[in-house]
């Protein structure tokens, strides 16, 4: 197992025992622009955006900086590991699949999904975590298979805006976007090639499927059955995808929001990965060797950056 100093640390670890309103790409900046937006041209989400105003989205974190409930190894309860859908940026929590799914199926809601991250960070957490809580359920959910962490060593701390104590000490790279805490130059010869390297089918594939098999070797270790279910029709999807997903996952019964309040996936969508994931617990289909492998082959053959 990683030091503690590094291996606890996450994205929101800042963050811990607060609540607070905004959360990554659903910041108070990007909001205004996408509200003057929608007003100028009167879209229908405009009165989602009113309603956000009137009752903001609040993001209650745990002692461990989670968006959960309260960690504990005597009152039972479902893990789950994923990036922002399944922690629900841009989203109540009450909209979330996570969220909703915990409420179906009872138990205390350790949520130890972290927004902007690829499975490694879940193992990671999932390692980190594991023993402090009781469970007898894992659900796995990361629709992106090209999300890469990197630890940052001492001397990058130094350019933390947060400071050294509240640094999280990772990063995750995205190579399929220019973005990420060391300065890459992708245009030129030397990042290109990292490029190539990181977005290679097969790299992608090994790096997802490894972390994966470590993940069910960590819930079969610890007595916690996991659940595994890729989104074939989102993977790395482009905008133009992302609004067709927005005109088709339209429906949740019980919100009175369509809309995220960010650039994230609707409410619907959210309410579809809960139908997915309850299908797979309803079918019995856990997250076997084969399963995964079935699962991810599928994923390669969908995934529009192959």
Same mark, same amino acid.
């Given at each position: 197992?990683?030091?503690?100093?590094?291996?606890?640390? =996450?994205?929101?670890?800042?963050?811990?025992?607060? %609540?607070?309103?905004?959360?990554?790409?659903?910041?108070?900046?990007? *909001?205004?622009?996408?509200?003057?937006?929608? #007003?100028?041209?009167?879209?229908?989400?405009?009165?989602?955006?009113?309603?956000?105003?009137?009752?903001?989205?609040?993001?209650?974190?745990?002692?461990?900086?989670?968006?959960?409930?309260? *960690?504990?190894?005597?009152?039972?309860?479902?893990?789950?590991?994923?990036?922002?859908?399944?922690?629900?940026? $841009?989203?109540?929590?009450?909209? %979330?699949?996570?969220?909703?799914?915990?409420?179906?199926? $009872?138990?205390?809601?350790?949520?130890?999904?972290?927004?902007?991250?690829?499975?490694?960070?879940?193992?990671?957490?999932?390692?980190?975590?594991?023993?402090?809580?009781?469970?007898?359920?894992?659900?796995?959910?990361?629709?992106?298979?090209?999300?890469?962490?990197?630890?940052?060593?001492?001397?990058?701390?130094?350019?933390?805006?947060?400071?050294?104590?509240?640094?999280?000490?990772?990063?995750? +790279?995205?190579? =399929?976007?220019?973005?990420?805490?060391?300065?890459? #130059?992708?245009?030129?010869?030397?990042?290109?090639?990292?490029?190539?390297?990181?977005?290679?089918?097969?790299?992608?594939?090994?790096?997802?499927?490894?972390?994966?098999?470590?993940?069910?070797?960590?819930?079969?270790?610890?007595?916690?059955?996991?659940?595994?279910?890729?989104?074939?029709?989102?993977?790395?999807? %482009?905008?133009?995808?992302?609004?067709?997903?927005? #005109?088709?996952?339209?429906?949740?019964?019980?919100?009175?929001?369509?809309?995220?309040?960010? +650039?994230?996936?609707?409410?619907?969508?959210?309410?579809?990965?809960?139908?997915?994931?309850?299908?797979?617990?309803?079918?019995?289909?856990?997250?076997?060797?084969?399963?995964?492998?079935?699962?991810?082959?599928?994923?390669?053959?969908?995934?529009?950056?192959?």
């Amino acid at each position: 197992m990683l030091t503690t100093k590094k291996g606890d640390k =996450h994205l929101n670890y800042r963050f811990r025992d607060s %609540t607070q309103y905004w959360e990554g790409s659903d910041s108070n900046e990007n *909001f205004l622009i996408n509200y003057k937006e929608a #007003k100028a041209n009167n879209w229908p989400k405009l009165k989602d955006y009113d309603y956000y105003i009137e009752n903001p989205i609040e993001y209650k974190y745990n002692e461990y900086g989670f968006r959960a409930d309260e *960690f504990s190894t005597e009152h039972n309860g479902n893990i789950f590991i994923g990036c922002s859908h399944t922690f629900g940026t $841009g989203h109540y929590l009450e909209n %979330t699949w996570s969220h909703i799914l915990n409420e179906q199926i $009872g138990g205390r809601f350790y949520n130890m999904a972290v927004p902007g991250t690829g499975i490694q960070t879940g193992f990671r957490m999932l390692e980190q975590y594991i023993d402090k809580v009781k469970a007898d359920k894992c659900f796995i959910f990361y629709p992106h298979h090209d999300r890469y962490d990197f630890s940052l060593g001492e001397e990058d701390e130094k350019f933390s805006p947060l400071g050294k104590d509240q640094w999280n000490h990772w990063e995750t +790279i995205f190579p =399929h976007l220019d973005y990420g805490f060391y300065d890459i #130059k992708w245009d030129d010869k030397s990042g290109k090639a990292l490029r190539r390297l990181l977005l290679d089918q097969d790299h992608s594939y090994y790096i997802h499927r490894s972390n994966l098999l470590a993940i069910l070797y960590l819930c079969e270790k610890n007595n916690v059955t996991p659940y595994f279910w890729q989104d074939f029709h989102f993977g790395c999807a %482009t905008p133009e995808d992302m609004a067709e997903f927005r #005109k088709v996952f339209r429906v949740n019964p019980n919100s009175p929001v369509e809309e995220a309040r960010d +650039i994230h996936m609707n409410v619907g969508w959210q309410y579809r990965l809960y139908l997915e994931m309850k299908n797979v617990i309803d079918s019995g289909k856990t997250a076997t060797l084969e399963e995964v492998e079935i699962q991810c082959e599928q994923y390669n053959k969908t995934n529009p950056w192959w």
